[in-house]
Nanobody, 117 residues
C-alpha cells in the first residue's frame, strides 16, 4: 500500500515563501511522475508542477518562475518551494505519484496553504 504524506503548508503573507514536502511509504517499484496539484475553494483541482522519471519538469503558467519542484530519488520524496506567494495561490495542495507499469495514481491527503496579510 503506497501512502503519501504532505507537510509544510500553513499561512504566509503575500510575497512570502513556503516549502512543501511529500514523503512516500510503501513499495514503489517504478515512478513515472511525482507532482503537486492544488484545489482552491469552488474550483477544480489543477496541476501545479510535475517532475518525470527522466528529469523533465512541467509547471503551470501561473506558478512558473515562482515555484520550484525537486525530488529526492533515493527517498521517493518530492518538494515544492513556493516563493513570491500570491493570494491566488491559496488552496489545498495535493501530492501525486504515478507509478509504472500500471499508471496508478496515488494522492496525499492534502495540505492547506493560505496566503493572506
Amino acid at each position: 500500500q503506497v501512502q503519501l504524506v504532505e507537510s509544510g503548508g500553513g499561512l504566509a503573507q503575500p510575497g512570502g515563501s513556503l516549502r512543501l514536502s511529500c514523503a512516500t511509504s510503501g513499495v514503489i517499484t517504478s515512478v513515472y511522475s511525482m507532482g503537486w496539484y492544488r484545489q482552491a475553494p469552488g474550483k477544480q483541482r489543477e496541476m501545479v508542477a510535475r517532475i518525470f522519471s527522466r528529469g523533465d519538469i512541467e509547471y503551470s503558467n501561473s506558478v512558473k518562475g515562482r515555484f520550484t519542484i525537486s525530488r529526492d530519488n533515493a527517498e521517493n520524496t518530492v518538494f515544492l518551494q513556493m516563493n513570491t506567494l500570491k493570494r491566488g495561490d491559496t488552496a489545498v495542495y495535493y501530492c501525486n505519484v504515478v507509478t509504472l507499469p500500471t499508471g496508478t495514481n496515488y494522492w496525499g491527503q492534502g495540505t492547506r496553504v493560505t496566503v493572506s496579510s
